[in-house]
T-cell receptor, first 117, second 116 residues
């Protein structure tokens, strides 16, 4: 079974600074998707960024970028120019690309990010 | 973007009663929806996969008689917590796969269930 591990329960960063959230995963699959979701206090799950495993290029979305290391099974999220609105729980998630149950997301434990003004 | 509406957002009920939670796709047809459960300060755990027109697929350890899922139409899936007990108190979230956006799942806003 696939597992996703986030080893940082909490992180904090000064506003305008850069922070990196860590995520590792375990799978025997070669094709899959990885995601970072944000859950603010409203508890609405918001997709931040996604990465296809077959792509070597790291995904970027404005201030958010990932460092995808397939061999190491590592998928970290970098937030640049942190803003107060970035404060939230961040979940790393894995999804198989093919076969039955390919739509299911497996989530990590989450990292609570605090932005200090 | 695709919208998934979940109701109610919060429900308080007495122990032994049943509670129904609705998950609707507002601007697309969702053949597959997913139900997650989230305990305080914990991650989301998949409970079941809801398939339109067929029986739901439950994850290991989830009681199918306790958590009844009905996906009778392409825009509506319901989760009924039967004979609720305090240990069923949790945050329940649905999500739906958007056709044509194979890698994307959209989430409802969640339902906080409190059983007294």
């Amino acid at each position: 079974a696939q597992t996703v591990t986030q080893s940082q329960p909490e992180m904090s960063v000064q506003e305008a600074e850069t922070v990196t959230l860590s995520c590792t995963y375990d799978t025997s699959e070669s094709d899959y998707y990885l995601f970072w979701y944000k859950q603010p206090p409203s508890r609405q799950m918001i997709l931040v960024i996604r990465q296809e495993a077959y792509k070597q290029q790291n995904a970027t979305e404005n201030r958010f970028s990932v460092n995808f290391q397939k061999a190491a099974k590592s998928f970290s999220l970098k937030i640049s120019d942190s803003q107060l609105g970035d404060a939230a729980m961040y979940f790393c998630a894995y999804r198989r690309a093919h076969s039955e149950g390919a739509q299911k997301l497996v989530f990590g434990q989450g990292t609570r990010l605090t932005i200090n003004p | 973007g695709a919208v998934v509406s979940q109701h109610p957002s919060r429900v308080i009920c007495k122990s032994g009663t049943s509670v129904k939670i609705e998950c609707r796709s507002l601007d697309f047809q969702a053949t597959t929806m997913f139900w997650y459960r989230q305990f305080p300060k914990q991650s989301l755990m998949l409970m079941a996969t809801s398939n339109e027109g067929s029986k739901a697929t439950y994850e290991q350890g989830v009681e199918k008689d306790k958590f009844l899922i009905n996906h009778a139409s392409l825009t509506l899936s319901t989760l009924t917590v039967t004979s609720a007990h305090p240990e069923d108190s949790s945050f329940y979230i649905c999500s739906a796969r958007v056709p044509g956006y194979n890698e994307k799942l959209f989430f409802g806003s969640g339902t906080q269930l409190s059983v007294l």
